[in-house]
């Protein structure tokens, strides 16, 4: 019985300690691994609109959350708001966060973004996907690469694509090392393969960023920008964290 009760005791001790670890913290270990936080929970410090200018009213911080607030639009763009990337370049990392999306919701995490708004006006006609999505009800959902988790246009399917109901939280992952580039979607890879091998410059050739001149540098730079993705709905965003490796 005395077993049996310290048993419960830990047991409600771990729980305990693991309830009161606060979103867009870091523990003791990430610390000592090299972790840094890319949203503090607080502001938007660190990040920017595609093209220079500060981050729209659009995004706003509430509850530890960097989100889309697309209430106001003009056509499909929402005001004031715009794709945003991070104000720091990054080659080599291990990246990690939490999203949820919103009913109908589209966005993505993009990365290796060359901010060069004469050449580029969407940081997606330089950088690399990993989709974020509604896969029931977004328009977007009608090619297995497309779907949620999945390195867009390029890879992935359904098998791999196991997203939680709209309005819980996803956790993503993307490690690129050396041109090592990892994708893990709750739990399961999606994506594991070198960039710049004829492998991938066949998969790039096949995809639409395969095609005219806006793609010239598309997956082809090993160094960039992070990117949250402005598209219909709402997306949210929390736990962001990086390694440089």
Not at 156 to 172: D, I, L, R, Y
Not at 208 to 223: E, P
Request: with cysteine; aromatic share 12%.
């Amino acid at each position: 019985m005395l077993r049996l009760f310290l048993f419960v005791l830990m047991a409600c001790s771990v729980t305990t300690s693991k309830a009161q670890i606060k979103p867009n913290t870091l523990s003791r270990n990430e610390k000592r691994e090299g972790w840094t936080l890319l949203f503090d929970g607080k502001s938007a410090s660190g990040w920017h609109k595609y093209g220079g200018k500060p981050v729209g009213a659009a995004w706003k911080v509430e509850d530890g959350m960097l989100f889309l607030d697309p209430a106001q639009k003009k056509d499909w763009q929402v005001l004031d708001g715009g794709d945003i990337v991070t104000d720091r370049s990054f080659t080599n990392f291990h990246l990690k966060l939490e999203w949820k999306i919103s009913q109908n919701g589209n966005s993505g995490i993009m990365f290796y973004i060359h901010e060069d708004t004469t050449k580029y006006i969407w940081p997606w006609m330089s950088a690399p996907e990993m989709q974020v999505l509604d896969n029931i009800d977004a328009s977007d959902n009608k090619k297995e690469n497309h779907l949620a988790g999945q390195l867009y246009d390029l890879a992935g399917g359904a098998a791999t694509s196991k997203p939680n109901p709209v309005g819980e939280w996803n956790k993503a992952t993307v490690i690129q090392n050396r041109g090592h580039l990892t994708l893990i979607f709750n739990g399961i890879t999606t994506y594991d393969g070198q960039m710049f091998s004829p492998e991938w410059n066949e998969m790039v050739a096949k995809s639409k960023f395969g095609k005219g001149k806006n793609y010239a540098d598309w997956g082809k730079v090993a160094a960039g920008k992070i990117a949250f993705q402005q598209h219909p709905g709402s997306s949210s965003w929390r736990n962001v964290k990086i390694r440089l490796l």
